[in-house]
Each structure stands twice: as structure tokens, then as C-alpha cells.
């Protein structure tokens, strides 16, 4: 009897960490941009043109936070259908996963945005602490041309790092390699699968580590889970092809498209069968920029009334500034960006100290009136504004650890004083430094000092409170933060204060009702006009040394 063969070729599309970046507008910036999922879209329709329903569209999270189109959704239009949910339908995406941007804004907001989607929402290392079950699908098997594709999300499990447990409330994380251990040997033995598809929001390595999982594991999943074909990851925010070998010396693709729908991961998978039989298969794929690709006007046009709705929303002006001020000022000293914040944070919560870290890299608001949408500018993360109860020595120690990853530590006049990695250079996170930049806390309440010239663990001197009063190292005080930090996020209070994970919770004196960005609006719409200053109770040290490494390093990184 004559075998029957058949090659059947699919094209794996994957968007990642889009934050928002929905339309050819930047609802903060109030502009046209690149980018997007209008454009995105223009690619997935033409390949359609020749894979038709061979083209499998997936999302690996991180959609429901970044730009006003999300915030409004989540939290001002919420008797309507979530734009995200919306854009996965019209887009006609196949699976979805997780981010932990995705968990962020609440079971309100998640549960009503998983059950508005059509296509399946995957996350088999979410556990429903009631069922011991994952709380969404594991999986999902799409077949096409008799081929079965599995597709395995998973969700990085250190979510409980960075949000508060009422965010996540009856669930728990399991670590991605156990978890896809288990559920690819599953896969294998009852879905029989011709290929595994693993949609992991996890980095490629590094993150937090813990005893019982660790934040980045898409390395590690591709090199030690047997049966996966193709891992297609993100949370990094760092493009990325690689190939890994898996456990039985096969080639395993890994593909990471970065952030803001700028690129997609994009795979073809060839399969020959004979009788039924898997005989041959071949994955190649590239990350690939979506720059040039037109945008979309049918999907524009679609979503034309929820643009504009948005717009309005972002256009209303809620005062005035009085000086232009830069984010980027904030990494050579004290500037009147991270200063504002401070400051409204210490009047808000009457806390004796403030803790904030730059979260965008090189944003400015401009002098002039003052707009709904320059606030994701002054702020960009949904996080909850905390008091918590620190010793001075604990303040210190955070403040240390802070520097340690910001700065270098210099051995002569000529060494860089930030501390650079230039493998980050094109890194939506690090920017060219060697860690994150959301992670570097500066303080206001206190003048102090640091010197970068002594080790790590040894460049801050607090010499006073910013009211002269005496700094007091044995004192208690209370610390003014947001609640990324206050729940342990960036480790500068675990590792950093050296305060136990589970300690944190009872040092919480006060957390607010809503976002600190709310907080921040409704100060800036009281006050009507501001004009902030940097506070400069703080300085790098030595003067001699400093001054003309950070007017270096300041042309490096902006061409200043």
C-alpha cells in the first residue's frame, strides 16, 4: 500500500510586552509614532493572504498597562468591553498569556478582560489556591492541516515580588520549569502533539532567584524541558534570537519580539507526515521589525471612536509648569522630575523621608499647560503610594544598594561614574546601564552625600534630616514609597534594608485607596501652577572627580 505524505507549513506570529502600544499614536507624548499593533496588524494580513488559517497569532502579555488607552479601560471606562479584549478579537489572536502588568491592575480588571476574550488565555503555572487547578487554561491545541500545535503559557512566578497579595488574592505561581516539566509530559503523553509551542513571559536569565522559583527561566526551559520545538518569550524587553539545545540535543528556537509592538517573533514551522507520522520537521524564525510595515486603516478605522475617546480623556489640561523638566536630569543628581514627586509624596502621607527612581528613561514635560496625559509621563506605573516604618541604618542600606546598581564604583578620574553595560545598550529597561533604571532610588527628607570613589556598601553618608534636625541611624522612621517598592520590588528593601520578605506587610503604616498618579493629578490640579526645583539635598562626591565624569557620561548617554 502506497504511504500517504503530506508537508504542511505553519507561521508562528508572536507580539510581546506591547504595553499599549495599540494605534500609530502616542496617547502620552499626544503624537504620531511608530510601532503598534496597527501596523502589526498590516503584517499578520498579508502573511494571511498566503498561510491563511496556517497563520497562529500569539500574545505573550504584558498588554494591560503602558499607555492612557489601557489605564482608561481599567479604570475610568469600566462598564465597557476592555480595549485590549477588543483588539484580540478584531485581530483574531489564537492564544494569549499572562504578563505580570497583567495581574497588576486586579482581579476586577483581569477577570473581566479573560472572560471578554474569544481565543484561550493561558497560564498553567497560575494556581487557583481553591482548586490546586490552574486558574486559566494550561493550554490550548490548535490543529491545522492535521497538524496539532500545543501551545503552553506560562507566567514568570515572582508576581509576588512586586504586587500586593489582594492584587492576586487566591492564587499562587509555580516555577516555569517545574510547571512545564510536568505539563509538556502530559501534553506528550494525552494530547500528542506534532509540535510545543512554549509562550513563557519570562526573561531570558538573571532576575530574582528564590528557593522555590526564578523570574527569568526562558533559557533554562528551552535547555532542560524535553518536547519543546519553540519558546517564544519576552518580559525583558530585550529582542532576542537564540538556539538552545534541549535535553535530548535538539535544536530548540528561542524568539523575544521586545517591547511596545516595535517587532514580532516570527517562525515558520515545516512538517512532513507520512501515514499520520511526524517524519521530518524544521523551525527557522527571526525577530522582526514592524517599522516600515503601513498601518492598518481598516483596524484604525475600526477602533476610531475608542481613539478618540481616549483622546479627550488625555487632552484635559489640569494646570501649569513653569520650567520644562527632564527625567534625565535624575540619573546625575538631584532634579526637579524625581524631586516633584518627592515632595508631593511627602506632603501627601506627611512621611519623614521619600523614596522614588526614575521610570522612564528620557521623558520631559514641557513649560506650559499641564495635560492628563503628561501624568504617565511624571508617573507611568499604576503602583499604590505606601508608608512604611524604616530604622535610619535601614534607609541607609536601601539607599547603598540603590547607588551600588546605579553607579560605579571609580579608581581614577577618567573611569565612568555610571555604571554602564553597553551588551544593553538597545534594553527597554536598562538603557544602557548595567541594571534597571526603575530601580534607582534617590531620597528626599535627608541631605546626604555619595561618594563614588569608596566600594559598594560604603558611598552613602546621611548627615542630616532635610529639616536640620539629626539623622539618627537607630531611629524609626516613617518612609514614604510606592507600593512596587513597599511590597519588595527591585529587593533594595530585602536585600537592600536587609528587612525579611515577610516582614514587610506589618511595616505598612498607610497605603492609599488609589494609583499615586491619581494622587499626583488631583495635587497638580489643586496647586493650578508648579514650579519645581530640584531639592539638591543630595550630590555625588567627590566634586573633582564627579562633575566632569557625569558631564562625560551625561553626552554619552544623551549627546549632551
Request: glycine share 6%; aromatic share 10%; hydrophobic share 35%.
Amino acid at each position: 500500500m502506497a504511504q500517504l505524505t503530506q508537508t504542511v507549513k505553519l507561521r508562528i506570529i508572536q507580539t510581546s510586552d506591547v504595553h499599549g502600544s495599540f494605534f500609530p499614536y502616542d496617547f502620552i507624548q499626544r503624537k504620531e509614532t511608530k510601532g503598534s499593533l496597527a501596523r502589526v496588524s498590516s503584517y499578520v494580513e498579508k502573511l494571511r493572504k498566503d498561510y491563511g488559517r496556517n497563520l497562529i497569532l500569539l500574545d505573550n502579555g504584558d498588554i494591560l498597562q503602558g499607555q492612557p488607552s489601557c489605564y482608561y479601560y481599567n479604570y475610568v471606562a469600566t462598564d465597557k468591553e476592555n480595549i485590549v479584549s477588543k483588539i484580540y478579537n478584531y485581530m483574531k489572536y489564537d492564544a494569549v498569556a499572562f504578563g505580570n502588568h497583567d495581574v497588576e491592575p486586579g482581579h476586577k480588571v483581569y477577570d473581566k478582560w479573560v472572560g471578554e476574550i474569544q481565543c484561550p488565555v493561558l497560564g498553567a503555572n497560575i494556581i487557583d489556591n481553591a482548586t490546586g487547578l490552574p486558574y486559566v487554561k494550561p493550554f490550548t491545541i490548535i490543529e491545522r492541516d492535521g497538524v496539532r500545535v500545543a501551545v503552553l503559557g506560562m507566567l514568570t512566578p515572582a508576581i509576588p515580588n512586586w504586587l500586593d497579595e489582594k492584587l492576586w488574592a487566591g492564587l499562587h505561581f509555580e516555577d516555569i520549569v517545574t510547571s512545564a516539566k510536568k505539563w509538556v509530559a502530559y501534553l506528550k503523553k494525552n494530547e500528542k502533539p506534532d509540535i510545543i509551542i512554549g509562550l513563557f513571559h519570562s526573561g531570558w536569565e538573571g532576575g530574582i532567584k528564590t528557593d522555590l522559583y526564578s523570574e527569568d527561566a526562558a533559557r533554562t526551559a528551552a535547555q532542560q524541558v524535553d518536547g519543546l520545538d519553540l519558546v517564544l518569550f519576552g518580559h525583558d524587553h530585550h529582542a532576542r534570537k537564540a538556539v538552545e539545545k534541549g535535553p535530548n540535543g535538539n535544536d530548540v528556537l528561542c524568539l523575544d519580539p521586545s517591547a511596545n509592538a516595535q517587532n514580532v517573533a516570527d517562525a515558520e514551522i515545516t512538517i512532513t507526515k507520512k501515514d499520520g507520522k511526524v517524519v521530518e520537521k524544521s523551525i527557522s524564525g527571526e525577530v522582526r521589525s514592524i517599522a516600515n510595515e503601513p498601518v492598518d486603516e481598516k483596524y484604525v478605522s475600526y477602533f476610531a471612536s475608542d481613539i478618540n475617546e481616549v483622546k479627550q480623556y488625555v487632552d484635559r489640561k489640569i494646570g501649569t509648569i513653569g520650567k520644562t523638566m527632564y527625567t534625565r536630569d535624575s540619573f546625575f543628581g538631584s532634579s526637579a522630575f524625581i524631586d516633584l514627586v518627592h515632595n508631593l509624596q511627602l506632603r501627601l502621607t506627611k512621611a519623614d523621608v521619600s523614596f522614588n527612581a526614575p521610570l522612564q528613561f528620557n521623558a520631559e514635560i514641557k513649560q506650559g499647560p499641564i495635560h492628563v496625559s503628561d501624568m504617565f509621563k511624571l508617573y507611568k506605573y499604576e503602583n499604590k503610594l505606601c508608608v512604611l516604618r524604616m530604622t535610619g541604618e535601614e534607609i541607609r542600606r536601601h539607599l547603598e544598594m540603590s547607588y551600588d546598581m546605579w553607579v560605579n564604583t571609580m579608581k581614577q578620574k577618567s573611569d565612568h561614574i555610571m555604571l554602564l553595560d553597553e551588551r544593553n545598550t538597545s534594553d527597554l529597561q536598562k538603557f544602557g546601564f548595567k541594571n534597571m533604571t526603575f530601580n534607582f532610588d534617590s531620597a528626599a527628607g535627608i541631605i546626604y552625600e555619595v561618594d563614588v570613589t569608596k566600594p559598594d556598601g560604603q558611598k552613602v553618608n546621611i548627615i542630616k534630616m532635610q529639616n536640620g534636625e539629626k539623622f539618627d541611624p537607630k531611629k524609626w522612621y516613617r518612609v514614604a514609597m510606592n507600593s512596587y517598592r513597599a511590597n519588595g520590588g527591585g529587593e533594595l528593601l530585602t536585600k537592600g534594608a536587609g528587612i525579611p520578605k515577610d516582614e514587610l506587610k506589618k511595616r505598612v503604616v498607610y497605603e492609599s485607596d488609589h494609583d499615586l498618579r491619581h494622587y499626583l493629578a488631583q495635587e497638580i490640579e489643586r496647586m493650578k501652577k508648579i514650579s519645581p526645583r530640584p531639592n539638591n539635598n543630595w550630590r555625588f562626591v567627590p566634586d573633582s572627580w564627579a562633575k566632569p565624569a557625569l558631564a562625560r557620561d551625561r553626552k554619552l548617554l544623551f549627546n549632551e
